[in-house]
Nanobody, 121 residues
Framework: QVQVVESGGGLMQAGGSLTLSCAAS????????MYWFRQAPGNQRDLVAG???????NYADSVKGRFTISRDNAKGTMYLQMNNLKTEDTAVYYC???????????????WGQGTQVTVSS
């Protein structure tokens, strides 16, 4: 079983910065990809950024140049550095982790509970 926990959300004024963290734990053999999604009230859950095992990353157009995704493979942790925050960044941010776990090398696709980010004007 794999557990995913996000942290680092909070209230910030527009133009400010926040860093989110995502920690994956359990009998993980290998993490293949990690993603940040976000969901604002009344909206669907959208991809914000992703990073794969080769450190290849991608971003939504709305956050390019402002957000940076990174990972610490040894710790099974991913980060999202968010700079120049805008009110439209307000959402619940979710971490998604995909990989292989357990003695049977089964695949997993796990979500965290989310962390709220609120940006005020």
């Amino acid at each position: 079983q794999v557990q995913v926990v996000e942290s680092g959300g909070g209230l910030m004024q527009a133009g400010g910065s926040l860093t989110l963290s995502c920690a994956a734990s359990g009998s993980i053999s290998r993490i293949q990809a990690m993603y940040w999604f976000r969901q604002a009230p009344g909206n669907q859950r959208d991809l914000v950024a992703g990073i794969r095992s080769d450190d290849d990353s991608n971003y939504a157009d709305s956050v390019k140049g402002r957000f940076t995704i990174s990972r610490d493979n040894a710790k099974g942790t991913m980060y999202l550095q968010m700079n120049n925050l805008k009110t439209e960044d307000t959402a619940v941010y979710y971490c998604n982790v995909q990989g292989i776990y357990g003695s049977a090398n089964a695949g997993f696709n796990s979500w965290g509970q989310g962390t709220q980010v609120t940006v005020s004007s």
